[in-house]
């Protein structure tokens, strides 16, 4: 079985402060992992994907297989960065499926 | 391109009826995927057709169905409406194994 766990539902932060939000999975195989966004009254997008290694709007993401951790980095927030954050991971044989996580309201306070 | 479309975007039902909702997926995508958005339960898989097939099935009711059509357009449908399908469908294509794109979701409300 595959999951993804978001432990925080609520975030909170300063604008200019680091910010992380937290993602463990678990899955047997060699799991692809996304970061999804929601802003507020648009569509779910993607922000990230860990095969691609990129860094999009400032935010970067490691996979740790060791910790089966995908946790998401920016080193200064915005408050543009407001928005929900979920966390989603595909299997091997899931074809296109996302497991996805609870979510993360992220909150970046002036 | 053109994005992922859905229709209709909100639709007012009461129990015990049946509804169906439509997605377009982008020009050339031929993976369309289904996902429940409740907030007692999230972001769940319904299902997920590729070239007219089903390829992968959620842990829903046999009350949920879709279909593909040959130009990729897909619907689904829930029978016997109950009043906790009241949620969020979002639909979202796919490029075999590339990016998903969602839709604007429809919501419904079942009374």
């Known amino acids: 079985a595959q999951r993804v766990t978001q432990p925080e539902k609520l975030l909170s932060v300063f604008k200019g402060a680091p910010v992380e939000l937290k993602c463990n999975y678990s899955?047997?195989?060699?799991?692809?992992l996304f970061w999804y966004v929601q802003y507020s009254r648009q569509r779910l997008q993607l922000l990230l994907r860990h095969i691609s290694r990129e860094s999009i709007k400032g935010f970067t993401a490691d996979l740790n297989k060791g910790e089966t951790s995908f946790h998401l980095k920016k080193p200064f927030a915005q408050e543009e960065d407001s928005a929900m954050y979920y966390c989603?991971?595909?299997?091997?044989?899931?074809?296109?499926?996302?497991?996805f996580g609870e979510g993360t309201q992220l909150t970046v306070n002036p | 391109k053109a994005g992922v479309t859905q229709t209709p975007r909100y639709l007012i039902k009461t129990r015990g009826q049946q509804v169906t909702l439509s997605c377009s997926p982008i020009?050339?995508?031929?993976?369309v995927s289904w996902y429940q958005q409740t907030p007692g339960q999230g972001l769940q898989f319904l299902f997920e057709y590729f070239s007219e097939t089903q390829r992968n099935k959620g842990n829903f009711p046999g009350r949920f169905s879709g279909r593909q059509f040959s130009n990729s357009r897909s619907e689904m449908n829930v029978s016997t409406l109950e009043l906790g399908d009241s949620a969020l469908y979002l639909c979202?294509?796919?490029?075999?194994?590339?990016?998903?794109?969602f839709g604007p979701g429809t919501r419904l409300t079942v009374l």
């Open positions: 899955y047997s195989g060699s799991p692809e």
């Open positions: 020009s050339g995508h031929r993976s």
């Open positions: 989603a991971l595909s299997g091997e044989t899931s074809g296109s499926r996302l497991t």
């Open positions: 979202a294509s796919s490029s075999e194994g590339d990016t998903q794109y």
